[in-house]
Nanobody, 122 residues
Framework: QVQLVESGGGLVQAGGSLRLSCAAS????????MGWFRQAPGKEREFVGS????????YYADSMKGRFTISRDNAKNTVYLQMNSLKPEDTAVYYC???????????????WGQGTQVTVSS
């Protein structure tokens, strides 16, 4: 059974940082592009960023470029999302996903985590 378990969410002030982690099990982690999406109340799930199986290629949504960084540790079956310079509009539930490159659309995802809440106060 595939499991993607996110952690690291919470409440942070604007301008602050958070690091999300996603631990994967039950799948051949090295074979998958890993990614992050987010969903704010009343809005559609949107792409945040993704990373290739080797970690050599990353993709980001335009609004996250320069602020968010994705990395992965294939030895630990874990993908990370470092979020800096957070803004109130970054408030959302953040979801980890595994799927096909470039994993920039919901339809490219094979597996989803349960999500972790990130709240940025102004």
């Amino acid at each position: 059974q595939v499991q993607l378990v996110e952690s690291g969410g919470g409440l942070v002030q604007a301008g602050g940082s958070l690091r999300l982690s996603c631990a994967a099990s039950g799948l051949s982690f090295r074979l998958y592009t890993m990614g992050w999406f987010r969903q704010a109340p009343g809005k559609e799930r949107e792409f945040v960023g993704s990373i290739s199986w080797s970690g050599g290629t990353t993709y980001y949504a335009d609004s996250m470029k320069g602020r968010f960084t994705i990395s992965r540790d294939n030895a630990k079956n874990t993908v990370y999302l470092q979020m800096n310079s957070l803004k109130p509009e970054d408030t959302a539930v953040y979801y980890c996903t595994a799927g096909s490159s470039p994993l920039s659309q919901v339809s490219m995802a094979n597996y989803w985590g349960q999500g972790t809440q990130v709240t940025v106060s102004s």
